[in-house]
């Protein structure tokens, strides 16, 4: 049974950074894509990145490109999402995903808060 777990979520002040970690267990990742998605309260989730466990390929959503940045440390089973230069419109919940490449995200963590005040 594939499990996510989020850690890393907090409150900051704008402009300030913060870095969340994804454990992932349950099997081996080498054919799976890894991505973080956030959710604010009355909006729809939305995608920020994704990383391909494999070689490592990252794609981001121009809303994060440049601020954001994903990673994975193959050894601890752990994803990253390293958030510079916060701003109040990116407090939200963060969500880890994972799926086969080509698939869809089938495992979702259970996410965690990322509040950001003015």
């Known amino acids: 049974q594939v499990q996510l777990v989020e850690s890393g979520g907090g409150l900051v002040q704008a402009g300030g950074s913060l870095r969340l970690s994804c454990a992932a267990s349950?099997?081996?990742?080498?054919?799976?894509?890894m991505a973080w998605f956030r959710q604010a309260p009355g909006k729809e989730r939305e995608f920020l990145t994704r990383?391909?466990?494999?070689?490592?390929?990252?794609y981001y959503a121009d809303s994060v490109k440049g601020r954001f940045t994903i990673s994975r440390d193959v050894a601890k089973n752990t994803v990253y999402l390293q958030m510079n230069r916060l701003k109040p419109e990116d407090t939200a919940v963060y969500y880890c995903?994972?799926?086969?490449?080509?698939?869809?995200?089938?495992?979702w963590g259970q996410g965690t808060q990322v509040t950001v005040s003015s």
């Open positions: 995903a994972a799926g086969r490449e080509g698939s869809s995200l089938d495992y």
């Open positions: 349950g099997r081996t990742f080498s054919r799976y894509v």
């Open positions: 990383i391909n466990w494999s070689g490592g390929n990252t």
